[in-house]
Nanobody, 119 residues
């Protein structure tokens, strides 16, 4: 079993900042990537940022330059620093972990944390 616990969500004014953190625990044996997704009401879940064990990152276009994903491999944690927040960033943010080898991979999800940005 793998458990992911998110923290750091909340209410913030436009232009403000939040830092989300995700702690992974359980049967972790080979993490490939950790990532943050988000889903707003009535919309599809979308990838916000992803980071590999080696540190390579990928960002959704609308958050480039504002969000930064980081990872502590030793502690099995991933964080998302969110600056210059906009109302459009309002969503439930989910931590994702992918582990395994080649095609034998599994995805795990946290329960989500609400981020609300007021105008």
């Amino acid at each position: 079993q793998v458990q992911l616990v998110e923290s750091g969500g909340g209410l913030v004014q436009a232009g403000g900042s939040l830092r989300l953190s995700c702690q992974a625990s359980g049967r972790i044996f080979n993490i490939q990537t950790m990532a943050w997704y988000r889903q707003a009401p009535g919309k599809q879940r979308e990838l916000v940022a992803r980071i590999t064990t080696g540190g390579s990152t990928n960002y959704e276009d609308s958050v480039k330059g504002r969000f930064t994903i980081s990872r502590d491999n030793a502690k099995n944690t991933v964080s998302l620093q969110m600056n210059s927040l906009k109302p459009e960033d309002t969503a439930v943010y989910y931590c994702n972990l992918r582990q395994g080898w080649v095609t034998l991979v599994d995805d795990y999800w946290g329960q989500g944390t609400q981020v609300t940005v007021s105008a």
